[in-house]
């Protein structure tokens, strides 16, 4: 979701139609965008579509946001940041269509593994149970009936009013760990949603408000079918489905490529300010003057614009209390993706190490091998500091204790870590713990005068996700051409 010394060396960038700071000192537009992500892009081609003059601020030197594709010594290319799509993530994959970005299966084939009490077990993914890791008998049971009862909790919670359910005080006063230990009484199953929690928020269940995670499982789905935890962590059948030929990123640069010089790199915003019937959105080197303003960023940094006048206290409030996840993303790259040779197809749940899930990132026509590890939540937060020497031999260290010998010696290794990034500051969502959602939710994506919020996080489905920020970039176009 999503950059740190390998995103500074390797990031692909978009070149040769976005226009520098210099070129653009000023605009007039109808409306001034900020953020260069899914969200924005989406955003301005639908305004530019309905008719109207736009301007796309973003702070770095390539567009994307949390999409990033990371370039390989080999001449291929990784995905750094959001990944992965599935069912019912349809607008991504349409905006993906339109532009001519095709998608291959996620390798599933083979045998996952389990490491749980340094004991190494492989266990297929379509058998009776599906891809549920072989724990102990009662620890399955327990783990069924918890995933049953949180589905059907989630679907009470109303998607574009969370705050609202019938329970929501209840469950916006707990945290998931304090109704996990409630529920999820034996200790494998309390492993298992441990793992799934990291695994989908990249943030402990003690982070986690439980109204929180029933509205994101809610969400895990479109207009006519409902979210449901299975369909989060699933590969086959759920939001690891598919990946992108050519990187994730391929999809925004095509995108920004269509809009041309209207988007403007190297261009972080610092005021937004309210000047008669209009708005003066400045940024470094630009100053855009607009008559309606979206602010397409995670609440964190858009919480980082000084506004003119001052935002709602509940706005404001609300930014405060929406910090990032915390994750990275590990790849090491290898002659050749050996562990499929194992009958392996390299995806990971494991109760230790720096890497708790992987997944094999290689290309669809296994050219290379590559593993993909992420590092998540305490893990994260425990290597923000260390040297990327430091991350490279834990990571691989664990890629040993799950692969074998081989896993030592990778042709070459990328790390992105996304709490380093300066417009970004971690991911892949921004997380709700208790109270936040009840006493601030409505400020979410509510207009403020003439400014507007886009970005992920306001999505009623897939927060979180790619396919979440373009749904918020179509609903603000919307919001925006009704009043303009």
Sequence with gaps: MLGGAAAAAGAVTLTGTAASPASAATRDV???????????LTAARDLVAGGKTVAVLEARDRVGGRVLNLKLA????????????????????????????????????????LYKDGKRTPYATDGILGSVPPIDAAGLANAAIVQASLDDMAKTIPLDAPWTAAKAEEWDRQTFETWLRANAVIPSAKFL???ACTSIFSAEPRELSLLFVLFYIAAAGNESTPGTLERLTETAGGAQELRFVGGSQ????????????????????RTIARSGSKYVVTADGVTVTAKRVVVAVPPPLAARITYDPLLPAARDQLTQR????????????????????????GQVVSDTGVISSTFDNSPPDASYGALMGFIEADEARKYDAASEAEVKAAVLKDYVTYFGSKAAS?????LQRWNNEAYTRGGP???????????????LRAPVGGIHWAG?????????????????????????????
């Design 410 to 414: 990778p042709t070459s290794f990328v």
């Design 30 to 40: 109808d409306v001034a965008i900020v953020g260069g992500g899914l969200a924005g």
């Design 456 to 484: 992920t996080e306001t999505s009623i489905h897939w927060m979180g996700f790619m396919d979440g920020a373009v749904r918020s970039g179509e609903r603000v176009a919307k919001e925006v051409l009704a009043v303009l």
């Design 74 to 113: 080999n001449g291929g290319v990784t995905e750094g940041g959001g990944e992965f799509i599935g069912p019912t993530q349809d607008r991504i994959k349409a905006l993906a269509d339109s532009l001519g970005v095709q998608t291959f299966a996620t390798y599933n084939t083979g045998n996952n593994l």
């Design 429 to 443: 969502v921004s997380i709700g713990a208790p109270g936040v959602l009840t006493q601030y939710g409505p400020a």
């Design 322 to 345: 929406l910090p990032m996840a915390s994750v990275g993303k590990a790849i090491a790259i290898y002659d050749t993706p050996f562990w499929r040779a194992d009958g392996l197809n």
């Design 250 to 269: 391929l999809v925004p640069i095509k995108l920004a490529a269509t809009l041309g010089d209207r988007v403007v790199l190297n261009a972080p915003v």
């Design 193 to 195: 949603l441990d793992v």
